[in-house]
């Protein structure tokens, strides 16, 4: 009886030990077959192309296919209550960015929470706007615009790519810190804002770096400052908007993330061969000419910095009372 009772309890322990025993088989052999990188935004686009270059990378490092799909719509939120709802095996990720965050903010509804359903991976990216003025302002520094906006409230128009957008959330944060009140104008993009601002109908906008700097070498737009902490290579000249507006940085990133609960094992993997990447000089020097940095982390760290940029701009939000289109 005692030899019954031993043999079905070690049978009753193997059982329980098994799916452990199999998860931690997969994530040894991860990946045994392809990857798909959800990514919420059209091919083509910053995000779509930080995507590509980071799935080439990690192709060639595991000797296995990372397939882009591109499952664009509602700002990014199709694909990632898309990955949020998947299995856990580390073979649908997203490819997540700073509009997920402010997503979190814009939207009431979405039917699944960022970052609590998503685990952080690997951040591989970020960077910064440049604070773009029409050669029709007179104003040529921070300083000059600030007090040239002071002086004309509610006169000053400011383009943005709607309340979602880099252009946007930049500016937004810039109203806030620097104190001054510039009349939103929402376009569909960046794209068909340029001619405007060109032209003087709108006199400044936030542009992303990647897309700013061509309009500002051609003397198309003046350059005031970069959103980012501290100055660009491309434009050693021109400041950082924080060294006037205290407290100002708007950078955007780019990282890769799991479905919540994603093996441990199977995050450590990835997370170590994107730093793995992020540190071959090639692929730094591809990334600069892009107009962006290498943005390496450990899963807690990304982690940590997500759910403080989520809050950093849940509080801009708010207070410009920005609310997306449903």
Not at 167 to 182: I, N, Q, R
Not at 242 to 263: L, S
Request: a neutral charge.
């Amino acid at each position: 009886m005692k030899l019954h009772c031993r043999k079905l309890l070690y049978l009753i322990a193997a059982a329980v030990a098994m799916p452990a025993m199999n998860e931690s088989g997969h994530a040894q052999d991860y990946p045994s077959r392809p990857v798909r990188l959800i990514v919420g935004f059209a091919a083509g686009g910053p995000l779509d192309t930080g995507a590509r270059l980071i799935a080439q990378a990690l192709a060639e490092r595991f000797h296995q296919s990372f397939v882009v799909e591109n499952h664009a719509g509602a700002s990014g939120n199709i694909a990632a209550a898309e990955v949020a709802r998947a299995g856990p095996d580390g073979y649908t990720l997203l490819v997540c960015a700073a509009a997920n965050s402010w997503n979190a903010g814009l939207y009431q509804n979405l039917g699944f929470d960022f970052p609590g359903d998503i685990a952080p991976v690997a951040s591989f990216n970020r960077s910064g706007g440049i604070m773009l003025s029409s050669l029709s302002v007179s104003a040529q520094t921070i300083p000059e615009f600030i007090n040239y906006a002071k002086a004309n409230p509610g006169k000053i128009n400011m383009a943005s790519a709607g309340p979602g957008s880099a252009p946007g959330m930049y500016g937004e944060l810039f109203k806030s810190l620097a104190g001054v009140d510039l009349v939103t104008v929402n376009y569909r993009g960046s794209a068909p804002a340029m001619p405007d601002l060109f032209a003087g109908r709108v006199q400044v906008l936030f542009e992303p770096a990647i897309t700013a700097i061509a309009p500002v070498v051609a003397g198309k737009v003046c350059a005031l400052g970069v959103t980012s902490a501290r100055r660009i290579a491309q434009l050693p000249d021109v400041p950082a908007i924080g060294e006037y507006v205290h407290g100002y940085v708007a950078t955007g990133w780019q990282a890769i993330c799991a479905p919540k609960n994603t093996p441990p094992q199977i995050v450590a993997t990835l997370n170590k061969e994107v730093n793995a990447v992020l540190a071959d000089p090639e692929f730094k020097r591809h990334l600069t000419t892009l107009g962006v940095e290498p943005f390496p982390n450990s899963p807690a760290e990304f982690g940590k910095f997500v759910v403080e940029y989520t809050e950093k701009w849940r509080k801009v939000i708010r207070e410009a009372g920005l609310k997306a289109e449903q």
